[in-house]
């Protein structure tokens, strides 16, 4: 069984993003096991001078080290990550979880927003060497009307481009 971690960089009350990963929860094909880890808001300011002892930490650190695969989807915030995510991603720069892990993330953003999220992201997995898995990697726009009660995505055409990339992210462990 594929353990893949979903990791939304949203901590607003009906995100676009988290219903996004929820979706990748509810369509990801048999033998593909999904977390959406909802601990974003728990952490404390990343310090390199110590915290590694904190509870939300030791749990982020053991769900990215227990997947075999991690997806991200964030909201771009002032054309960056959002502090929360690049605070939840500091705590695991030096400790190694992401080492050749295989990531990818989707972008729910409007068409011409996003991209310096994306990019930093990318920088971030770049540099604890992350393998970021290209074919996994999926820009398609959620508008907030587009998530059900159920705070996921019920559009078909969103549906199936989710699972095909949550297909393709659980492809690139085997």
Known sequence: MTALLLISGSTRTGSTNTAA???????APPGVRTVLWEGLADLPAFTPDGGESHPAVARLR???????AVLF??????GNLPGSLKNALDWLVGSGELYRKPAAWLNVAAPGRGDGALA??????GYVAADIVDA?????HVPRDAVTADGDISDEITRKAIS???LALAESTE
């Open 21 to 27: 990963l929820r979706t990748a929860a509810a369509v």
């Open 73 to 78: 989807c964030t909201p771009e915030y002032a």
């Open 164 to 166: 095909a990339a949550v």
């Open 62 to 68: 053991a769900e990215v080290a227990a997947a075999d």
């Open 136 to 140: 996994a990697c999926l820009r398609v």
């Open 120 to 125: 930093a992201l990318a920088g971030v997995l």
